[in-house]
Protein backbone atom coordinates (compact mmCIF):
# COMPACT_ATOMS: atom_id res chain seq x y z
CA UNK A 1 0.00 0.00 0.00
CA UNK A 2 1.43 3.28 -0.70
CA UNK A 3 0.05 7.08 0.61
CA UNK A 4 0.57 10.35 -0.96
CA UNK A 5 -0.98 12.98 0.71
CA UNK A 6 -1.85 16.50 -0.89
CA UNK A 7 -3.68 19.44 0.20
CA UNK A 8 -1.70 21.34 3.20
CA UNK A 9 -0.69 24.79 3.25
CA UNK A 10 -1.28 28.03 5.34
CA UNK A 11 -4.22 29.25 6.51
CA UNK A 12 -5.44 31.91 9.04
CA UNK A 13 -6.58 31.11 12.39
CA UNK A 14 -10.57 30.10 11.97
CA UNK A 15 -9.65 29.39 7.97
CA UNK A 16 -10.30 25.85 6.84
CA UNK A 17 -8.14 23.61 4.90
CA UNK A 18 -9.01 19.93 3.06
CA UNK A 19 -6.40 17.43 2.96
CA UNK A 20 -6.53 14.29 0.55
CA UNK A 21 -4.50 10.69 0.68
CA UNK A 22 -4.60 9.13 -2.34
CA UNK A 23 -4.11 5.19 -1.69
CA UNK A 24 -3.02 2.46 -4.05
CA UNK A 25 -2.31 -1.02 -3.53
CA UNK A 26 -4.56 -3.59 -2.38
CA UNK A 27 -6.36 -3.86 0.90
CA UNK A 28 -7.93 -6.77 2.60
CA UNK A 29 -11.72 -6.11 3.97
CA UNK A 30 -10.56 -5.17 7.28
CA UNK A 31 -8.44 -2.22 7.46
CA UNK A 32 -7.64 0.97 9.09
CA UNK A 33 -6.91 4.17 7.62
CA UNK A 34 -6.20 7.74 9.37
CA UNK A 35 -4.66 10.93 10.03
CA UNK A 36 -1.58 11.69 12.64
CA UNK A 37 0.34 14.98 12.79
CA UNK A 38 3.61 15.64 14.31
CA UNK A 39 4.23 19.53 15.53
CA UNK A 40 7.80 21.18 16.14
CA UNK A 41 9.58 19.00 19.07
CA UNK A 42 6.25 17.05 19.63
CA UNK A 43 5.42 13.24 19.57
CA UNK A 44 3.48 12.27 16.14
CA UNK A 45 -0.41 12.00 17.24
CA UNK A 46 -3.67 10.46 16.15
CA UNK A 47 -5.96 12.83 14.83
CA UNK A 48 -8.83 10.73 13.04
CA UNK A 49 -8.97 7.36 11.71
CA UNK A 50 -11.99 5.24 9.86
CA UNK A 51 -12.32 1.90 9.79
CA UNK A 52 -13.25 -0.14 6.93
CA UNK A 53 -17.11 -0.41 8.09
CA UNK A 54 -17.46 3.74 7.78
CA UNK A 55 -17.13 4.19 11.77
CA UNK A 56 -14.71 7.34 12.43
CA UNK A 57 -13.27 8.15 15.92
CA UNK A 58 -11.42 11.34 16.33
CA UNK A 59 -8.78 12.61 18.92
CA UNK A 60 -10.51 15.04 21.14
CA UNK A 61 -9.20 18.23 20.29
CA UNK A 62 -10.58 18.21 17.11
CA UNK A 63 -14.35 16.82 17.73
CA UNK A 64 -16.69 19.04 15.98
CA UNK A 65 -13.60 20.27 14.32
CA UNK A 66 -12.12 17.95 11.62
CA UNK A 67 -14.37 15.33 9.55
CA UNK A 68 -12.87 12.23 8.22
CA UNK A 69 -13.86 10.48 5.21
CA UNK A 70 -13.31 8.60 2.31
CA UNK A 71 -14.26 7.76 -1.25
CA UNK A 72 -13.37 3.83 -1.66
CA UNK A 73 -14.13 4.82 -5.61
CA UNK A 74 -11.22 7.28 -5.62
CA UNK A 75 -8.88 5.49 -2.92
CA UNK A 76 -8.96 8.79 -1.43
CA UNK A 77 -9.30 9.13 2.28
CA UNK A 78 -10.02 13.05 3.30
CA UNK A 79 -9.72 14.96 6.26
CA UNK A 80 -11.69 18.24 6.44
CA UNK A 81 -10.74 21.16 8.53
CA UNK A 82 -12.29 24.00 10.02
CA UNK A 83 -12.10 26.42 12.54
CA UNK A 84 -8.21 25.82 12.46
CA UNK A 85 -6.08 27.07 15.25
CA UNK A 86 -2.48 27.85 15.86
CA UNK A 87 -2.11 24.03 17.88
CA UNK A 88 -3.20 22.68 14.53
CA UNK A 89 0.13 23.83 13.18
CA UNK A 90 1.81 19.93 11.89
CA UNK A 91 3.11 18.18 9.58
CA UNK A 92 -0.16 15.62 8.69
CA UNK A 93 0.15 12.10 7.54
CA UNK A 94 -2.31 9.79 6.40
CA UNK A 95 -1.20 6.12 7.93
CA UNK A 96 -2.92 2.72 7.17
CA UNK A 97 -2.71 -1.02 8.48
CA UNK A 98 -4.86 -3.95 7.20
CA UNK A 99 -6.31 -4.65 10.31
CA UNK A 100 -9.03 -2.61 12.35
CA UNK A 101 -9.12 0.41 13.86
CA UNK A 102 -8.63 -0.89 17.67
CA UNK A 103 -6.42 1.21 19.37
CA UNK A 104 -5.88 3.40 16.24
CA UNK A 105 -3.96 6.28 18.24
CA UNK A 106 -0.88 4.09 18.47
CA UNK A 107 1.29 4.58 15.63
CA UNK A 108 3.11 1.68 15.81
CA UNK A 109 0.47 0.00 14.57
CA UNK A 110 0.72 1.47 11.06
CA UNK A 111 2.17 -0.23 8.66
CA UNK A 112 2.00 2.46 5.65
CA UNK A 113 2.89 6.07 5.76
CA UNK A 114 2.79 8.90 3.30
CA UNK A 115 5.65 11.58 3.48
CA UNK A 116 3.61 14.17 5.06
CA UNK A 117 2.10 17.26 4.17
CA UNK A 118 2.52 20.60 6.42
CA UNK A 119 -0.21 22.78 7.50
CA UNK A 120 0.32 26.18 9.09
CA UNK A 121 -2.13 28.19 10.82
CA UNK A 122 -1.37 31.64 11.77
Known amino acids: VQLVESGGGSVQIGGSLRLSCKWS????????IGWFRQGTGKEREGVAA???????SYADSVKGRFTISKDNAKNTLYLQMNSLKPEDTAMYYC??????????????????WGQGTQVTVS
Open 50 to 56: IDSDGST
Open 95 to 112: AAVLLSCWNWTNVTRYDY
Open 25 to 32: GTAPGSNC
